[in-house]
């Protein structure tokens, strides 16, 4: 049985660090690429950061850039999302996703029950 499992959120003030994990179960690729996405209420579904487990490539949303760092501990089956200055504008529901096929921009096949995150100003 495939599993994604977030833990980590929590309420933090402006300005302040959370650091998410992920930790992934039961998939039978060797590659895949673990994405974290983010819903806040009456906001757009919005990508936030993806790495891919092949080469370790990383992407991340304008709006995270220079905050936000996501990492992965293969030996683990787990990754994470360092997050730094954080702002109220961050506050969301934030659920990682793989894409059994390692594309970071493709349809997502698993996902997890999500991790809020609110950040205070």
């Known amino acids: 049985e495939v599993q994604l499992v977030e833990s980590g959120g929590g309420l933090v003030q402006a300005g302040g660090s959370l650091r998410l994990s992920c930790a992934a179960s039961g998939f039978t690729f060797d590659d895949y690429a673990i994405g974290w996405f983010r819903q806040a209420p009456e906001k757009a579904h919005e990508g936030v950061s993806c790495?891919?487990?092949?080469?370790?490539?990383?992407y991340y949303a304008e709006a995270v850039k220079g905050r936000f760092t996501i990492s992965s501990d293969n030996a683990k089956n787990t990754v994470y999302l360092q997050m730094n200055n954080l702002k109220p504008e961050d506050t969301a529901v934030y659920y990682c996703?793989?894409?059994?096929?390692?594309?970071?921009?493709?349809?997502?096949?698993?996902w997890g029950q999500g991790t809020q995150v609110t950040v205070s100003s």
């Open positions: 996703a793989a894409d059994l096929s390692d594309d970071c921009f493709g349809a997502y096949d698993y």
């Open positions: 790495i891919k487990r092949s080469d370790g490539s990383t």
